[in-house]
């Protein structure tokens, strides 16, 4: 089956831990893009790539860090950094990064802070 | 930058009404308008992408418009089913880019 896979679907984070949320596409898609979504907020953009080894912030990078090596995987690492990480992590990818083209989601890693 | 609004936050319906979600935008350059389906605790399934030069687009219950003059869609789905709870999210994408700006979602519950 095609599809996006997160994992892990939860993960716990300690006071000053850097952790890394999984995303894996078998798409063929060029684009990727992680998202963070609060409690009844709409998502808000952090990371996004548009072909390997190529990536650019969106509007909440600050405490994340990504790396694009295989067009099929786009990690991302919540470093110490960010001192509001609980919330619901959404990977997505399209086939290119041009407006017209449709995003397809993942399931989603929920963040939480011991 | 574009804001993207959706009301009513929450609405219940009995089952068999029909369901209308607003979302109002303020930057008419879109490129699409997406509409989204989320179940609690997953990601978001995509029901209707409406391209900048289309006034709708449907599928079965579902139809969605696009007014961009006045900067709303609207999300109309017929005699609504209990499948249907979820939370609804309108996306809008630029042009030149695949950046999202979402809403923050209207919250279904039909009642049977």
């Known amino acids: 089956d095609g599809g996006i896979t997160q994992s892990p679907k939860y993960l716990f984070r300690k006071e000053g831990q850097n952790v890394t949320l999984s995303c894996e596409q078998n798409?063929?898609?060029?684009?990727m893009y992680w998202y963070r979504q609060d409690p009844g907020q709409g998502l808000r953009l952090i990371y996004y790539s548009q072909i390997v080894n190529d990536f650019q912030k969106g509007d909440i990078a600050e405490g994340y860090s990504v790396s694009r090596e295989k067009k099929e995987s786009f990690p991302l690492t919540v470093t110490s950094a960010q001192k509001n990480p609980t919330a619901f992590y959404l990977c997505?990818?399209?086939?290119?990064?041009?407006?017209?083209?449709?995003?397809?989601f993942g399931p989603g890693t929920r963040l939480l802070v011991l | 930058k574009q804001e993207v609004t959706q009301i009513p936050a929450a609405l219940s319906v009995p089952e068999g009404e029909n369901l209308v979600l607003n979302c109002s935008f303020t930057?008419?350059?879109?490129?699409?308008l997406q509409w989204f389906r989320q179940d609690p605790g997953k990601g978001l399934t995509s029901l209707l992408l409406?391209?900048?030069?289309?006034r709708e687009q449907t599928s079965g219950r579902l139809n969605a418009s696009l007014d961009k003059s006045s900067g709303r869609s609207t999300l109309y789905i017929a005699a609504s089913q209990p499948g249907d709870s979820a939370t609804y999210l309108c996306a809008l994408s630029g042009y030149g880019n695949n950046r999202l700006a979402f809403g923050k979602g209207n919250q279904v519950v039909v009642i049977p």
């Open positions: 409406i391209q900048s030069s289309q």
């Open positions: 930057d008419s350059a879109i490129y699409n």
């Open positions: 997505a990818s399209s086939i290119g990064g041009q407006g017209w083209q449709t995003q397809y």
């Open positions: 798409l063929n898609h060029d684009a």
